[in-house]
């Protein structure tokens, strides 16, 4: 009969199918050892046939699995039992080297369902090929280090984790498992070409300057300016809550619905109904308008043109705060002046953590994996999708910045540069339902 199965080491006599699997009945046409794999004595005898059933890579979009007669032999002076070795088997997962493989190249983008279903391979067979080609992966793949590093916090499966963000490549550099001092400074002591990291984004959690200090010292912190607008968000809203408090109960029905969402929203994302209700407070509550002004005016800092600029505005409007409001405003002026020189690096390097839709839609996607996926298959689903890899990755032409000993090397030399997985990618896999 043709060889369909082309199984290096297994010769097919026959076929059926059973339960919708693809059962190929084959046999091993390896050659007798020679001597003892044991003792090394020769001869070593027969000593019966074994039956064992290996998945294989699917066929006319059915599970394969080959039933497959092995000869074993037996070594006279030992008694050591040999089954002789048949190299396109994984004797581990008991299935085809072939359908390993088959697994990796999309246990990252396809759901590990999908797979399970497609191959006949248990759910959980699937996760351990995958977890341990992430293995392979973590020390084969090396990955570009940032030039602009955004370190986020981001809840994945019942964790913080720390993501870090190539904030110039739009890529996901790394997830490390938390953000923890004294697990980051391993993480760091360990992360190849850190000397290429010039400025890093994160909020104003104080172990990271540690951090940046001791492992990067050559870096810039830029506070995100995210976490500080919204300290002014968080004061207006303070004085808000506290003046509709103070409204009589006839006067709080007359208040405009949803003046809180309208109140904070930025200018330019405002609706014409947002507008009403500002105009609404400006002529009933001045007081309220006045807080909003001040939440208004502070977000405004970031939009001068210059650092000088930004930091004439901040003190303008720290002078701007009545009294009455100090309470409030005052605490966003004391975190304000303790970061005051990484806030302001803003204006010298303009990076901010995770205000692109589209990290926010991976972010939410590995929020939502942590339901069904362990932290290291979400992380390995993230970093290593082959898909978001290649968009993630930047052709390099030979010659461009080698150093010059290594300039001799052949001129059809074409290299691909990883920055790790492209953001963008990554959004629309979550959106396809590739990620789940
Ligand atoms: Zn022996």
Redesign the pocket.
């Known amino acids: 009969m043709i060889d369909l199965l082309q199984l290096k080491g297994v010769n097919p006599i026959g076929q059926r199918i059973e339960d919708d699997i693809l059962l190929i009945l084959a046999e091993s046409n390896v050659s007798e050892p020679e ?7 020769k001869p ?1 005898y027969k000593h019966g046939k074994r039956t064992h059933v290996y998945a294989d890579t699917p066929m006319h979009g059915m599970p394969v699995k080959v039933e497959i007669e092995r000869q074993r032999y037996r ?6 039992v040999i089954v002789p070795n048949i190299p396109s088997l994984d004797e581990k997962r008991v299935v085809t080297k072939r359908l390993i493989e088959f697994v990796q190249a999309r246990c990252f983008n396809n759901t590990f369902t999908l797979l399970a279903n497609e191959t006949g391979l248990a759910v959980n067979t699937i996760k351990a090929i995958a977890l341990d080609y992430t293995e392979d992966l973590e020390t084969s793949v090396y990955r570009e280090t940032p030039r602009l590093l955004g370190l986020d916090e981001v809840m994945i499966s019942g964790g913080y984790r720390a993501v870090m963000v190539n904030l110039e490549m739009n890529t996901l550099f790394d997830i490390h498992d938390n953000r923890k001092l004294a697990s980051m400074r391993q993480y760091f002591e360990k992360l190849k070409d850190k000397d290429n990291i010039e400025w890093v984004c994160a909020d104003m959690w104080e172990p990271y300057k540690v951090l940046i200090s001791e492992q990067i010292p050559q870096a810039k912190l830029v506070i995100d300016r995210f976490h500080v607008v919204r300290m002014a968000s968080n004061a207006m809203e303070q004085i808000r809550k506290k003046l509709q408090s103070e409204l009589s109960h006839s006067e709080r029905l007359k208040v405009k619905k949803n003046i809180r969402w309208s109140l904070l929203k930025g200018s330019k994302s405002k609706s014409e109904y947002d507008h009403e209700v500002v105009e609404y407070i400006r002529e009933n509550y001045p007081e309220l308008a006045l807080a909003y002004d001040l939440k208004e005016t502070f977000f405004n800092i970031y939009e001068f043109p210059d650092r000088a600029s930004g930091e004439a505005a901040y003190k303008e409007w720290k002078d701007a705060i009545p009294l009455k409001f100090s309470p409030e405003f005052n605490t966003v002026i004391k975190i304000v002046d303790s970061h005051y020189e990484d806030i302001f690096n803003y204006f010298d390097c303009p990076i901010t953590n995770g205000y692109t839709e589209a990290m926010n839609g991976v972010m939410k996607a590995a929020n939502r994996m942590g339901r069904g996926y362990s932290y290291e298959v979400i992380r390995a689903k993230l970093l290593f999708s082959k898909i978001a890899r290649q968009s993630g990755s930047v052709i390099v032409q030979p010659y461009s910045d080698r150093p010059s000993h290594l300039k001799e090397a052949s001129p059809k030399e074409k290299s691909f540069r990883d920055y790790g997985a492209s953001i963008l990618t990554l959004d629309t896999m979550s959106e396809r339902g590739e990620l789940d």
């Open positions: 001597s003892c794999s044991g003792c090394g004595s070593v070594c006279q002076s030992c008694g050591t």
